[in-house]
């Protein structure tokens, strides 16, 4: 009983244990590097490190091919050993303010939301139609990203619009730059409109393999009969 409560008593769970830089590598091979950072004489410190990054091959043969393995272990070794283990390197060490180092913070890309429906790719080519010289390229530019936009409407709100609820959203998202309610200019109905959005809508269907046969269907239409069916075939 008393062995056993001493067993119980030496028990060691990871909660207490110290914080696993790279856990992929496990905590025997952290320890070899905790005391080959340990060791007084450089020779057995280099010779140490050698073996451990040797070690740490093994445990990637998949990555042998990859250009700069070597040097993705030496920089993973002092990485584990928290920039402490000094030994002679055959590449530069790493920096830690580098690793360290947090990215840029991203902006929120919608700039929009009334008009989400639009995307940011219709805000995108209005900008660019805005950049243009005025001309009839700059013209047919604009009626195709009205229609565009047209489109979109529809695809989301799922009911008409007039071409002048178009002509609203474009001269707000253009800056006041582009203006079509006096020019007279008419979008594509939205009868053709829907029907594009239709097909569009059913090339993605097919794309997404909705046409695949499930099992009872396959039945249903003659496939593969059971067994019992085959042996009074066969009698």
Not at 73 to 101: A, G, K
Not at 128 to 153: C, T
């Amino acid at each position: 009983m008393q062995n056993n409560e001493e067993a119980v008593g030496n028990l060691e769970y990871n909660a207490e244990r110290p914080h696993l830089i790279i856990p992929e590598y496990g905590r025997h091979l952290q320890k070899l590097i905790e005391q080959a950072a340990a060791l007084t004489d450089r020779a057995e410190r280099n010779k140490a490190a050698r073996y451990i990054i040797s070690v740490m091959g093994s445990l990637n043969p998949h990555l042998r091919d990859v250009p700069d393995f070597q040097h993705k272990l030496w920089d993973q070794l002092f990485i584990m050993s928290d920039f402490t283990i000094d030994v002679d390197s055959p590449y530069p060490l790493p920096n830690r303010e580098i690793l360290e180092q947090k990215p840029d913070r991203l902006e929120y890309p919608q700039n929009f939301p009334r008009y989400r429906f639009y995307g940011n790719n219709i805000k995108y080519m209005i900008d660019v139609a805005n950049k243009w010289e005025d001309g009839p390229l700059k013209e047919a530019l604009i009626i195709v990203i009205a229609n565009h936009m047209k489109k979109s409407y529809l695809s989301w709100n799922k009911d008409t619009v007039k071409d002048d609820v178009i002509f609203e959203h474009m001269y707000e998202l253009s800056g006041g730059r582009i203006n079509l309610t006096s020019t007279g200019e008419e979008l594509s109905t939205t009868i053709d409109l829907m029907k594009v959005n239709k097909k569009m809508s059913n090339k993605a269907h097919n794309a997404t393999g909705s046409n695949i046969i499930n099992p009872r269907q396959k039945m249903q239409r003659g496939g593969p009969r059971n067994n019992n069916q085959n042996n009074n075939r066969k009698s």
